[in-house]
């Protein structure tokens, strides 16, 4: 390092940052100098190895200076001034690191580069001593397919090894050594190689000692922790122990594995020979313990084999061991002798003892004569299991650990032996398993785990509960031997105590852990321990990452490796350090330290930075002014040459170096035989401001933190806080203290690490984050106000007296009041509300740094901005602690009582009336009226009593002066108005506006936070008058108790909201001026059934009222009309499903609850239909009833019985016709007709079907009367049953009201316009809040039905068209009025005409019904389209009809003679079947089906039988004339001759048209459907016979007769009966009605074919 020494005579760079400057360590009392050959560019990060250097710039360039043995060219080796790294030009270098002899850098992209020294394959490269320049590292992941480049953060070097930290915090690690952590023997590694022992963690941070490694590890969080096992993997230690000392138990969970490096045990029963793969799931709890089972190794041992005897050792062996263990240890043991001599003496018994190496493959002790090995590779040796270990751990522990416990003489060396490890042939000891100790420990150690439920409580977060413990005292090894009987009562007494405790380390909050560094970590370290450096308490090597228990809880952020010694630095800005102390390189006390401890660097300041060199330390602190001062501790003045002297120097206690007059030192590295600081000029303040703001921030935690643990902890362990809502309280202030004083740490080290970085303002956590720090702060002292306002002071002085008075003085320091006066109650209230202060800091140094910045820059502005925002927070929390102050003062003073009930933590005091400032009008002459308004209720009180009236529901308003109170105010609340009377007009206007002001507030709900920025600051006028609130009244009889949560206006609730009873009923739906008014659901609780009546459906005034649907308890369920709470109108009622015990289904009107008018009840268990009146719930009147036996009865019932006379046909066309008595029963005067025609005349008696009494005449009409007639019966079905027009009145009715009509056709047509339209879009509204929503389709057509059809001028075609277009709308969405008719219409018929209605008799009076149904719609749609002409009108067409057109049968064109004029005839069935018809078609042509059975079965046979026949043999058979046969036929294009045995092909066109009758609804469609087939007939006929013709109805039939045989249409008889029932009257004379009774005629003909 000669160049470094010559004085750098350069002038300073012209840039104010990253200045480097270089001291020769040893020699700090010389002045630092500038780097050689060093321009001016700016230094972000240097880093230096044994001999030489790396820098990094802002530009991200990397020069390396110092000696550089590995480049190629002699000039480089030691180049005059820092050469560049030409290799990395164009890659942005983001970080760079050094080993003694190798450097890294890595790129912005994650990619990293090595250079240098490679024998032991540092730097990634295969069989390569030298790596001259930069070259590119590839780490890929294996695990991952495809395989994936891995990212790299951050890189860390060693002597002979590198460990690299990905972007997901895993650790990749190449070179040579126990360093690497790597389950591996074959070393160098030159493929980097994840270290698997901490895969799943999150490392934080890595750092390389010479032989060492660290990592920074953040902790699990507490739900990922495991249980805890109860012994050590390892050593079968207990994990957690207890030991006896007279008057106290201690209980230590700090067991240390002595075996860093498991050794395999031969003796265990499931052993395999060859080495088992290791695993590495760590557990995660007291005593980390990490099973790896042994590794295979050259180093160690080579195949285990249990041997016949003991396990064997070396000599030389053992006395390497003690040598080290007693070398590291002040006072010698007189015990280490008497185990070496034992080891001795075991291992002698073997002849030939052979060389092994202790504990791990890279520990090698060298033997304590000098014979180091001439190869480092042992032979491999017989087995060393349980004797290896048993030195290793008896050497260390008892050297190092023991000794405390053990001069206790609690055990004999016999016990040590026994407790580590069995050996295998001895007899009865237990392989591998606890000691032999009293039997009583077993079960005392259960009893304990009991007690102490002590899971997962070290890296949980109850970690900083534990009292910083005496450094080191209470980390003594408790072996199990040791513990004598302990009473239970002792132990109960020992875990109560951690119970009290609360949990004052925050949960893990999200946002500021992703944003700031975590505070929870734990360090791990792995590699070399000969100096103690590992911090384990042990001088043995780690293959594998251990943790390093006592650091945990210390909030460590950053660690650093020297050479042989290793420091971390906590958020609390001290710093821990262990491992070798020769120099004082520790920073504390003379003698080296195997465990953390911390160094005492500076008493009064903090350390924020730390390096660590080969052997000493810097340390960067904290001063008064703010600037950083830099501490050396370690070599004094070594010698020339790397030989030390026999007695080294070393500082005592860190040296503080003189740079004052440097600058700012932002960071500083440390090397071999120098060490560097970068430095910052501080320039119009900005750096000086940067670090005031930091060292403040670290300051402050501190602060916090023994506030946290002097002050808040003991508070909270006191005994008799007074009640539990005080001490849940203050436990709220506590967690709130804790989180807000975790989030300081965090950010404390984000300041610190933001130092060492580019510095740029705008990526200040504080300012692009504030929200964080804005909430925690506004948080904590919502919490502390909370406990000022309950009194929380007052109630802790009590228990707390003692222990205040005792820390008077710490209290007064902490809360730097000065004032010896002062109540100790004040002082914890200003410690309390002491971060608050904070705020202003933050607003002054943010103010501070914007004025380095030009007024019109955006940081200036976001700068300006962030300080205005804590600013006011600041301000607005002190009003709040006013707020506080002045309610505290207000309840002292207020009668007791009240202030019991009225007190809460979250209520502030905003005015009050005892000035007589307000009053009540009219009140009596000596009442005492008091308003007191707070921030979230108005309370009366009065003498005795009170009244709390929330804001969220209150509305106030002045009264006009016409009102007659001059100053009145009048308050409107849920259940009470009253109006106030103040003093003068300004009283008024106060209150008014504090009123007014309060309920925004609550409405609000954010009295809690400032407005952040200046737009939401504007207080509006007054609260708005519709608001949403919850309020539970109690008063109200109908509604006591009853809580409402919904919108409100003036006092009532209106709009959405939900209403629940206490007895459990609840209303959730709409409200219209306190009444449930609109669409609602409701339920109520039936305790009896233990399920709820369910209603859902609209409401008028506070009743059911208008559709809905109300499912009973019971099962049943209704869905209709209501009216007044009561169904009324048209309505369904199921009752029981199908498996119950009275399935049942009624359909019709109602009247006050009760069944009234026409109704169909559905009895399904008897199997028996009721179409008919009813009356008061019974049957009543005319009716009918079926059965499934196919019986028919109609006539008169009385009181549900059939009474009176009627007709009873069963189902072989027997007919009773007379007087009956009761259901199914004769009585009186009838005649009985049998199906043939005879029928008997009298009196009858008896049940139908099982013998009747008969007193009469029997009749046998004369043979000669035609057998066509029917029996009269027959004919007179029909009439005692209810007329057609009578029937579902309730649901037409019901339409006309929806219309705005009282009765039908009475109202105006504008008023029912406007009725759909408010109809449509009411529904829709209520649909879209619905879950089950419209399709597209269906809001289309809703959008569509919203414009109304307007008609102006004659009615035309075209008119008529679009009504017919608008009523198919309006029919197919239920949420307009004739939709919703139509669909119950539906509804009605097939519940009458399905199942058991499903009866031949009621074809007639389901044809009546359909016809009905055309009457009335059209009556409605005639009211809705009053230009639309009556019945059987005709449209005159707007153009002529086209003309010449043909007549079938005769020559001449239409003329008007014969048809109507030309037009188009308005008709109900034409308007309406096409909409009606297709939904009442299932059930209607089933009736038909059944009705022409009979007759269909007879022309089906004849069908079949006829086509059986070739077409040919048909067409002659049926009599068609020859010249119509079809001669030739055109199949797919092809002409083909008709053969005698053709089949199926003559007018085939026709008979596949006729096909078409089955699948159209309408008689129109229908009749179109056989006027097409007999155009296709003419068709084919004008095809053959090339000429025009004319038909001639002769001619015609039996062609049309094979058309019908030919299409086979199994039901045409139906089909035809219902054309002729349907058609239009005035189609029967046109050419359709000719068309259709040829087709008539064919059937029938069909039926008679038979006959031939």
Not at 339 to 350: D, G, H, I, P, W
Not at 875 to 885: D, S, T, V
Not at 1310 to 1338: F, G, M, Y
Not at 1503 to 1532: E, Y
Request: charged share 20%; net charge negative.
């Amino acid at each position: 390092m000669d160049s470094k020494k010559k004085s750098s005579a350069e002038a300073e760079g012209s840039k104010e940052r990253g200045l480097v400057h270089v001291w020769q360590a040893g020699s700090f009392s010389l002045t630092p100098e500038r780097l050689p050959g060093w321009g001016g560019k700016t230094v972000l990060q240097a880093a230096l190895g044994v001999k030489h250097g790396v820098l990094l710039t802002e530009d991200g360039e990397v020069y390396s200076f110092g000696t550089l043995p590995w480049k190629s060219e002699s000039a480089e080796v030691c180049p005059s001034s820092p050469l560049l790294e030409s290799a990395l030009v164009g890659h942005h270098v983001v970080t760079v690191a050094t080993g003694s002899f190798h450097s890294g850098a890595v790129t912005e992209s994650g990619a990293v580069y090595m250079w240098g020294e490679n024998a032991a394959g540092q730097c990634a490269v295969a069989n390569q001593q030298y790596v001259p320049e930069p070259s590119s590292v590839s780490i890929s992941d294996s695990e991952t397919s495809p395989m994936l480049a891995v990212r790299i953060l951050q890189l860390a070097c060693g002597e002979e090894h590198t460990l690299a930290l990905s972007i997901s915090r895993e650790i990749w690690a190449w070179g040579t050594g126990c360093q690497l952590g790597l389950i591996t023997t074959t070393f160098p590694v030159t493929k980097p190689q994840k270290v698997e022992h901490l895969a799943g963690r999150v490392v934080l941070q890595v750092a390389c000692g010479a032989f060492h490694s660290l990592a920074l590890v953040q902790c699990l969080p507490p739900q990922d922790l495991k249980p805890v096992p109860e012994r050590c993997n390892q050593c079968s230690q207990l994990l957690i122990t207890m030991t006896d000392k007279e008057d106290h138990v201690i209980i230590s969970d700090n067991h240390c594995c002595p075996l860093g490096v498991t050794l395999s045990e031969s003796q265990t029963e499931n052993h395999t020979s060859t080495a088992a793969s290791p695993q590495t799931d760590a557990l995660d709890g007291p005593g980390e313990v990490f099973e790896n089972t042994l590794l295979e190794t050259e180093l160690n041992v080579g195949n285990v084999q249990a041997t016949n005897g003991s396990a064997v050792s070396s000599k030389q062996n053992v006395a390497g061991t003690a040598e080290v263990s007693s070398a590291k240890t002040a006072p010698s043991y007189p015990d280490t002798q008497a185990v070496t001599a034992y080891l001795q003496k075991l291992s002698e018994q073997e002849e030939k003892p052979p060389q092994v190496q202790v504990a791990a493959a890279c520990y090698n002790v060298k033997p304590s004569v000098e014979e180091a090995r001439p190869d480092r590779h042992s032979p491999p040796t017989t087995s060393t299991s349980a004797l290896n270990s048993l030195v290793v751990s008896c050497a260390s522990a008892v050297g190092v650990r023991v000794a405390a416990t053990y001069e206790a003489g609690a055990l004999s060396l016999k016990k040590v032996m026994n407790f580590y490890s069995a050996a295998p042939g001895e007899t009865g000891a237990q392989s591998g398993s606890a000691p032999t100790g009293p039997e009583s420990l077993k079960d005392l150690r259960e009893e304990q785990v009991k007690q102490e439920s002590m899971q997962g409580k070290k890296s949980s977060s109850l970690v900083d509960i534990r009292e910083e413990e005496a450094e080191g005292g209470s980390r003594r090894l408790s072996l199990p031997g040791l513990l004598s009987q302990v009473s239970p009562r002792l132990l109960r007494k020992a875990a109560r105590v951690k119970t009290r405790t609360v949990v004052l380390t925050p949960t893990y909050s999200g946002e500021a852990d992703a944003l700031l560094p975590s505070l929870r970590t734990e360090v791990w370290t792995w590699g070399k321990g000969k100096e103690g450096q590992l911090g384990h308490g042990d001088v043995l090597p780690r293959l594998q990452p251990l943790c390093v228990k006592c650091l945990d809880g210390k909030e460590v952020i950053h660690l650093e490796a020297g050479g042989s010694h290793s420091l971390a630095l906590t958020a609390k800005s001290q710093v821990y350090s262990w491992g070798s102390n020769t120099f004082g390189q520790l920073g504390h006390s003379d003698f080296p330290t195997t465990v953390p401890r911390l160094a005492k660097v500076s008493s009064e300041n903090g350390v924020w930075s730390v390096a660590a060199g080969q052997d000493y330390s810097l340390f960067l602190v904290d001063t008064k002014d703010f600037q950083p001062g830099l501490y050396y501790s370690g070599r004094q003045d070594p010698a020339e040459g790397d030989t030390l002297p026999e007695n080294p120097g070393g500082t005592k206690t860190p040296v503080l170096l003189s740079c004052n007059k440097l600058g700012y030192i932002s960071r500083v590295t440390a090397g071999k035989d120098s060490y560097l600081a970068l430095v910052d000029k501080n320039i119009m303040g900005y750096i000086a401001s940067l670090h005031e703001l930091a060292t403040t921030e670290r300051r402050f935690y501190s602060k916090l933190s023994d506030i946290k643990s002097q002050i808040l902890r003991p508070l909270l362990s006191l005994e008799n806080l007074g009640t539990v809502t005080t001490v849940q309280l203050l436990q709220e202030v506590a967690s709130r203290f804790s989180k807000l004083c975790y989030l300081i740490g965090q950010h404390g080290a984000s300041l610190s690490s933001f130092l060492q970085g580019v510095k740029e303002a705008r990526s200040l956590v504080i300012m692009k984050h504030s929200s964080l720090f804005l909430d925690s702060y506004t948080e904590y002292c919502t919490s502390v106000s909370n406990f000022l306002v309950m009194g929380g002071f007052q109630l802790l002085a009590k228990p707390a007296i003692d222990f205040l008075n005792k820390n008077q003085e710490l209290l007064q320091d902490l809360s730097e009041v000065n004032d010896e006066n002062t109540q100790l109650m004040e002082i914890l209230n200003t410690l309390f509300f002491l971060p608050v202060r904070r705020l202003h800091n933050y607003a002054k140094v943010l103010l501070k740094l914007a004025t380095c910045f030009e007024v019109a820059s955006p940081e200036y502005q976001m700068l300006q901005d962030s300080s205005s925002c804590y600013e006011s927070l600041a301000l607005h929390l002190g009003r709040k602690r006013k707020e506080a102050e002045y309610t505290l003062g207000f309840w002292k003073t207020f009668p007791g009582k009240m202030t019991d009930s009225l007190r809460k933590p979250e209520r502030r005091l905003l005015c009050e009336s005892s000035n007589r400032a307000l009053s009540l009008q009219h009140a009596g002459r000596f009442s005492v009226n008091w308003f007191i308004l707070f921030n979230d209720a108005l309370v009366h009180a009065q003498f005795s009593t009170h009244h709390v009236f929330p804001l969220a529901t209150l509305w106030a308003e002045p009264l006009s002066e016409e009102a007659g109170s001059v100053n009145g105010l009048k308050i409107t609340t849920p259940e009470e108005q009253f109006t106030l009377v103040s003093s003068t007009p300004q009283e008024k206007t106060k209150w008014l506006r504090a009123i007014s002001q309060a309920v925004d507030q609550a409405l609000r709900g954010t009295s809690d936070f400032p407005p952040y920025g200046g737009g939401s600051s504007v207080q509006r006028q007054e609260p708005p008058i519709s608001r949403s609130a919850k309020y539970t009244f109690y008063k109200d009889p109908r509604l006591k108790d009853a809580t409402y949560d919904g919108r409100w206006l003036s006092g009532k609730p209106h709009g959405r909201g939900v209403l629940k009873w206490p007895d459990g009923k609840v209303y959730s739906g709409m409200f219209r001026n306190g009444l449930e008014d609109g669409y609602g659901e409701y339920r109520i609780p039936n305790k009896a059934l233990n399920k709820e009546d369910h209603y859902v459906g609209h409401w008028k005034e506070g009743k059911m009222c208008g559709q809905g649907v109300y499912s009973y308890a019971s099962g049943e369920v209704f869905e209709g009309c209501f009216q007044d709470n009561m169904r009324h109108g048209h309505g369904l009622l199921r009752s029981g499903k199908l498996t119950s015990s009275s399935p049942s289904m009624f359909i019709g009107q109602w009247v006050m609850d009760k069944k009234a008018g026409y109704g169909v009840f559905d009895d399904i268990t008897r199997g028996e239909k009721y179409m008919g009146m009813w009356q008061d719930d019974v049957c009543q009147g005319n009716g009918v009833v079926v059965t499934q036996f196919g019986l028919y009865y109609e006539g008169n019932f009385h009181l549900n019985k059939m009474a009176g006379n009627g007709v009873l046909l069963s189902e072989d066309d027997t007919i009773y016709e007379g007087e009956f008595s009761d259901d199914w029963t004769l009585s009186g005067k009838g005649t009985l007709t049998m199906p043939n025609g005879d029928y008997i005349e009298g009196y009858f008696n008896g049940e139908w079907g099982s013998g009747i009494k008969i007193t009469g005449t029997y009749f046998k009409p004369s043979l000669y009367e035609s057998d066509k007639d029917k029996p009269k019966a027959f004919r007179k079905l029909g009439n005692l049953a209810v007329a057609a027009d009578e029937k579902w009145r309730a649901v037409f009715d019901e339409c006309w009201r929806q219309l705005g009509c009282e009765s039908p056709g009475h109202g105006e047509v504008w008023k029912a316009w406007d009725n759909i339209a408010v109809a449509l879009t009411t529904s829709r509204r209520q649909h879209r809040d619905s879950p089950e929503i419209l399709s597209r389709s269906q809001t289309q057509t809703l959008e569509s039905l919203e414009y109304i059809p307007q008609h102006v001028g004659a009615f035309s075609v075209e008119k008529y068209d679009d009504i017919r277009k608008y009523l198919i709308k309006a029919c197919d969405t239920p949420l307009h009025p004739l939709g919703r008719l139509v669909e119950t219409l539906v509804a009605v018929y097939r519940m009458t005409y399905v199942g058991v209605g499903a009866n031949r008799r009621l074809l007639q009076e389901a044809v009546k019904e359909i016809k009905s149904y055309l009457k009335r719609i059209f009556q409605l749609v005639r009211f809705l389209f009053p230009e639309l002409p009556e019945e059987g009108s005709t449209i005159p067409l707007s153009a002529p009809p086209p003309t010449g057109r043909r007549s079938f049968c005769t020559g001449k064109t239409d003329s008007g003679s014969e048809s109507p004029e030309p037009g188009y005839v308005v008709t109900s069935s034409g308007l309406l079947l096409p909409v009606l018809l297709p939904r009442l078609y299932p059930p209607l042509f089933m009736l038909y089906a059944l009705d022409s059975d009979r007759e269909e079965d007879v022309y089906w046979e004849c069908v079949l039988r006829l086509n059986k026949q070739p077409d040919l043999p048909l067409l002659g058979f049926l009599g068609v004339q020859r010249k119509f046969w079809p001669a030739t036929l055109s199949i797919l294009g092809e002409s083909k001759k008709v053969l005698p045995t053709t089949k199926d092909a003559c007018f085939a066109s026709a008979v596949e048209c006729l096909q078409q009758i089955s699948t159209t609804f309408t008689p129109s469609d229908k009749l179109k459907v056989i006027q097409q087939t007999f155009e296709e007939i003419s068709q084919s006929v004008l095809a053959s016979l090339q000429e025009d013709f004319l038909w001639s109805m002769d001619d015609l039939f039996p062609v049309f007769l094979y058309v019908v045989l030919r299409a086979r249409i199994r039901n045409l008889g139906s089909e035809v009966h219902l054309i002729e029932d349907l058609m239009d009257p005035y189609l029967q004379h046109g050419e359709q009605g000719i068309m259709f009774t040829t087709l008539k005629a064919c059937y029938y003909q069909i039926q008679r074919e038979k006959l031939n």
